[in-house]
T-cell receptor
Framework: GDSVTQMEGPVTLSEEAFLTINCTYT??????LFWYVQYPGEGLQLLLK?????DKGSNKGFEATYRKETTSFHLEKGSVQVSDSAVYFCALTHSGYSTLTFGKGTMLLVSP | DAGVIQSPRHEVTEMGQEVTLRCKPI?????LFWYRQTMMRGLELLIYFNNNVPIDDSGMPEDRFSAKMPNASFSTLKIQPSEPRDSAVYFC??????????????FGPGTRLTVT
């Protein structure tokens, strides 16, 4: 079955540092890929998505590129802020299917 | 748009009591999902509906859990009787779907359930 593997956290960075959170997946065909973010005490929010190979999703300074050859969708940001502290979830879904397969989440802590 | 609405936001109850969680999906979305989130098990899909019909309830932990969607704008998740191990944050999410396409899910703020 489908699965998503994320790097374990917490990831601890200083403000303005470069961020990478690794995500790899196992799935048949060509799934759509997503990054969700969960701020403390809130629900998950869609951060960005990519629906086909080589697509780059971007939002709020975050980027991720759909790499079919390495089955990866790593999340990056050039300069993190304290307000980026949250839990980040990588997820996938197949066309025609409603359900998402989530990774376990990676906590990011950014200090001033 | 108001987004997905869940109530109550917090629920504290005693073991053995019935608990009902409520969800109003985004208007026009035809898929609805119930999730449970705990530190130990992470985010788990409990059940999902498409056009008000339950499609997959394999994630429902046991018979004490039940979910209904009587119409397109309302769903409930009921636990009877509740147990301390049911303590978690329960999320509802909705999504527009169409044949051959996949869409992102929109999550509600969650209900934090504490069973003592």
């Amino acid at each position: 079955g489908d699965s998503v593997t994320q790097m374990e956290g917490p990831v601890t960075l200083s403000e303005e540092a470069f961020l990478t959170i690794n995500c790899t997946y196992t799935a048949t065909g060509y799934p759509s890929l997503f990054w969700y973010v969960q701020y403390p005490g809130e629900g998950l929010q869609l951060l960005l998505k990519a629906t086909k190979a080589d697509d780059k999703g971007s939002n709020k300074g975050f980027e991720a590129t759909y790499r079919k050859e390495t089955t990866s969708f790593h999340l990056e940001k050039g300069s993190v802020q304290v307000s980026d502290s949250a839990v980040y979830f990588c997820a996938l879904t197949h066309s025609g299917y409603s359900t998402l397969t989530f990774g376990k989440g990676t906590m990011l802590l950014v200090s001033p | 748009d108001a987004g997905v609405i869940q109530s109550p936001r917090h629920e504290v109850t005693e073991m053995g009591q019935e608990v009902t969680l409520r969800c109003k999906p985004i208007s026009g979305h035809n898929s609805l999902f119930w999730y449970r989130q705990t530190m130990m098990r992470g985010l788990e899909l409990l059940i999902y509906f498409n056009n008000n019909v339950p499609i997959d309830d394999s994630g429902m932990p046991e018979d004490r859990f039940s979910a209904k969607m009587p119409n397109a704008s309302f769903s409930t998740l009921k636990i009877q009787p509740s147990e301390p191990r049911d303590s978690a944050v329960y999320f509802c999410a909705s999504s527009p779907t169409a044949s051959g396409r996949s869409y992102e899910q929109y999550f509600g703020p969650g209900t934090r359930l504490t069973v003592t």
